[in-house]
Structure formats: structure tokens, C-alpha cells
């Protein structure tokens, strides 16, 4: 009997996940295998590559070939070149970083909550009328500020009014 070390697809249809399994080389993908040792998602980033090491140079030993496909995953894991005593032993598996602790996330938000002081804390319609109350009082400051300027601005524009006014009557006169 010729066994294969291949991937059988499991997942929904976009959603791929394999299991990596030594079957029959006659049987079909998704048939009953003889051993599964590893799993492949590639949906993630990086992708997920699982491979029980020992069993997958046993099987390599008794004489199961692995797929193209495998083949590639045992090269990024380095299982490829253990097994034919190359160099990169080590392999070149990409490792995701951890994810952050959604806990303590959770815990320092709260604390930084706390830390809020408790009249600084407004609703919308309040701070709306904070702003209102803010746009119309710089107004009512301004205006009597400007209350002394402003009839010496009319009175200039009557001196030129005026000016403008008597320009014309001298014109004809000098006729």
C-alpha cells in the first residue's frame, strides 16, 4: 500500500482549513485517513501551520511522500530538511504575536474611567448649551467694548458723506 501525506479540506466555502493526514494514495481526499498529523490555515496572518514532527518523520521514513502542497508546509517548518539532513533545520515559520490580554484592556479603561472627574462629566445637550452660552457671551462682552468705537466710526462716515456732498456744489461754482 502506497501512502500519501496530503491535506484534506474541512471549512466552510470561503473559509478553508485542511488537516494534514496520511492516507491511501488510491482513496479519495476526504476519505478516512490513517493518521492525521497537522493542520494548515491559511486564512490567518500568518498563516497557522501545526505539524506533529515525530510522526510526520516516521511516516516519511516508512515511505509515505508528501503532496507538492506538504511538501511546501514541511519545507516552512523545517521537518523537509530534517529529514534529508540539510542545512535550515529550523524552518521559517512565521509565529503571530500574541494577542493583548482583552482583560486587561478592559481594567485599565475602567481605571482611566474612574479617573474622570465627576463634574467634567456632561451629557450632549449640555454641552451644546455650553457652547451656546459660550458663543453668546463673548458677544455681549465685545459689545460694549466696541459701544465707544462705534459712534466715532458713524461720525467719520458722515464727515464723508458730507465731504462728498459739498464736493459737488463747488464744482459747478467754478464753472
Do not use: C
Not at 55 to 65: C, D, E, H, I, K
Not at 100 to 108: G, S, T
Not at 128 to 143: D, I, N, Q, R
Amino acid at each position: 500500500m502506497a501512502a500519501k501525506i496530503r491535506l484534506a479540506r474541512m471549512g466552510k466555502i470561503r473559509t478553508p482549513h485542511f488537516r494534514i493526514v496520511v492516507a491511501d494514495s488510491r482513496s479519495a481526499r476526504n476519505s478516512k485517513a490513517i493518521e492525521e498529523i497537522g493542520r494548515y490555515s491559511p486564512a490567518q496572518e500568518p498563516s497557522l501551520i501545526i505539524v506533529n514532527s515525530e510522526r510526520a518523520l516516521y511516516w516519511m521514513g516508512v515511505g509515505a511522500t508528501p503532496t507538492p502542497a506538504v511538501e511546501a508546509l514541511l519545507k516552512i517548518t523545517g521537518d523537509w530538511q530534517k529529514f534529508y539532513d540539510l542545512p535550515g533545520k529550523e524552518g521559517t515559520l512565521k509565529v503571530a504575536p500574541p494577542r493583548p490580554d482583552r482583560r486587561a484592556a478592559f481594567e485599565a479603561a475602567a481605571k482611566e474611567a474612574m479617573n474622570e472627574p465627576k463634574d467634567g462629566a456632561t451629557t450632549l445637550k449640555k454641552r451644546a448649551a455650553e457652547k451656546l452660552a459660550a458663543k453668546s457671551a463673548p458677544k455681549a462682552e465685545e459689545t460694549p467694548a466696541d459701544a465707544p468705537e462705534a459712534p466715532a466710526a458713524v461720525s467719520e462716515a458722515a464727515v464723508t458723506t458730507s465731504a462728498e456732498e459739498s464736493a459737488p456744489e463747488s464744482a459747478p461754482a467754478s464753472e
